[in-house]
């Protein structure tokens, strides 16, 4: 089975910096897209950021500027840096992947996988 682990959420000032890392483990034949998902208290869930396999990224409008996703194909890892933090930013995020290519039961297949999620707390 593949597994998604983020870390890296924390509690930080306003203003501040944080870095998040999601860890893809598992048989992988390849991941298409990785995306960073959070959900805030009272909220639904909503994308933040997103990259695909070649390197292309999509950014949700309250983040644009302040937040840089990227991964590592080799190593099967994706990293979210957070600067400029506000306290609107407070969430659980969540490494999500929609279409990772993988073995399950001898055959090979496209699963959706969800990480357990990180919490990030942006307060004074």
């Known amino acids: 089975q593949v597994q998604l682990v983020e870390s890296g959420g924390g509690l930080v000032q306003p203003g501040g910096s944080l870095g998040l890392s999601c860890a893809a483990s598992?048989?992988?034949?390849?991941?298409?897209?990785m995306d960073w998902y959070r959900q805030a208290p009272g909220k639904e869930r909503e994308v933040v950021a997103r990259i695909f396999s070649g390197g292309n990224t999509y950014y949700a409008d309250s983040v644009k500027g302040r937040f840089a996703i990227s991964r590592d194909n080799a190593k099967n890892m994706m990293y979210l840096q957070m600067n400029s933090l506000k306290p609107e930013d407070t969430a659980v995020y969540y490494c999500h992947t929609g279409n990772v290519v993988t073995k399950v039961a001898g055959s090979i297949r496209s699963l959706e996988v969800w990480g357990q999620g990180t919490l990030v707390t942006v307060s004074s």
């Open positions: 598992g048989t992988i034949f390849s991941i298409y897209v």
